[in-house]
Protein backbone atom coordinates (compact mmCIF):
# COMPACT_ATOMS: atom_id res chain seq x y z
CA UNK A 1 0.00 0.00 0.00
CA UNK A 2 3.42 2.24 -0.12
CA UNK A 3 3.77 2.53 3.51
CA UNK A 4 6.67 0.92 5.32
CA UNK A 5 6.21 -2.75 7.24
CA UNK A 6 8.01 -1.29 10.04
CA UNK A 7 7.48 1.35 12.82
CA UNK A 8 9.78 2.42 14.90
CA UNK A 9 10.17 4.43 18.05
CA UNK A 10 13.18 4.83 20.88
CA UNK A 11 12.34 5.38 24.74
CA UNK A 12 13.99 4.94 27.97
CA UNK A 13 12.32 4.09 31.20
CA UNK A 14 13.40 3.87 34.53
CA UNK A 15 14.44 0.29 36.87
CA UNK A 16 12.01 -0.39 39.43
CA UNK A 17 14.76 -1.08 41.46
CA UNK A 18 16.85 1.90 40.94
CA UNK A 19 15.06 5.21 39.37
CA UNK A 20 18.00 6.49 38.46
CA UNK A 21 19.47 3.51 36.02
CA UNK A 22 17.68 3.85 32.62
CA UNK A 23 16.82 0.97 30.02
CA UNK A 24 17.08 1.91 26.99
CA UNK A 25 14.66 0.35 24.28
CA UNK A 26 13.46 0.06 21.07
CA UNK A 27 9.83 -0.49 20.11
CA UNK A 28 9.34 -2.60 16.63
CA UNK A 29 5.68 -2.23 15.21
CA UNK A 30 5.68 -4.55 11.86
CA UNK A 31 2.35 -4.21 10.02
CA UNK A 32 3.02 -6.76 6.97
CA UNK A 33 2.17 -10.01 7.23
CA UNK A 34 6.03 -11.22 6.35
CA UNK A 35 8.43 -11.92 9.42
CA UNK A 36 11.03 -9.20 9.25
CA UNK A 37 15.28 -9.65 10.66
CA UNK A 38 16.90 -6.48 11.90
CA UNK A 39 19.77 -5.12 13.69
CA UNK A 40 18.72 -2.68 15.97
CA UNK A 41 22.65 -0.33 16.66
CA UNK A 42 23.45 2.94 18.63
CA UNK A 43 23.46 5.33 16.11
CA UNK A 44 27.01 5.52 14.34
CA UNK A 45 28.44 2.19 16.28
CA UNK A 46 29.34 -1.67 15.97
CA UNK A 47 26.95 -2.28 19.51
CA UNK A 48 24.09 -3.63 17.72
CA UNK A 49 21.28 -6.37 18.51
CA UNK A 50 19.75 -8.79 16.39
CA UNK A 51 15.77 -8.36 16.84
CA UNK A 52 13.25 -10.86 14.68
CA UNK A 53 9.43 -9.27 14.16
CA UNK A 54 6.96 -11.66 13.70
CA UNK A 55 4.65 -10.57 11.05
CA UNK A 56 1.60 -8.28 12.21
CA UNK A 57 2.79 -7.48 15.69
CA UNK A 58 4.97 -5.47 17.96
CA UNK A 59 8.65 -6.12 19.94
CA UNK A 60 10.36 -4.14 22.23
CA UNK A 61 13.93 -4.60 22.53
CA UNK A 62 16.83 -3.36 25.22
CA UNK A 63 19.69 -1.94 23.75
CA UNK A 64 21.29 -0.49 26.73
CA UNK A 65 21.39 0.28 30.30
CA UNK A 66 22.89 3.44 31.57
CA UNK A 67 22.26 5.65 34.04
CA UNK A 68 20.50 9.05 34.18
CA UNK A 69 20.75 9.03 29.96
CA UNK A 70 17.52 9.69 29.21
CA UNK A 71 17.99 10.74 24.90
CA UNK A 72 19.85 8.41 22.60
CA UNK A 73 20.41 7.80 18.94
CA UNK A 74 19.37 4.35 17.27
CA UNK A 75 19.42 3.10 13.70
CA UNK A 76 17.77 0.29 12.46
CA UNK A 77 19.09 -1.84 9.61
CA UNK A 78 17.03 -4.41 7.73
CA UNK A 79 19.03 -7.99 7.28
CA UNK A 80 18.16 -9.90 4.39
Avoid: W
Wanted: glycine share 4%; charged share 25%; hydrophobic share 30%.
Amino acid sequence: AGKPCLETSGFAHPLTTNPRILNQAVSLNNHCAERIKVKVCYYKTDECTDVDVPGNSRKEQVIGVFPAMQVFRYEVKEQF
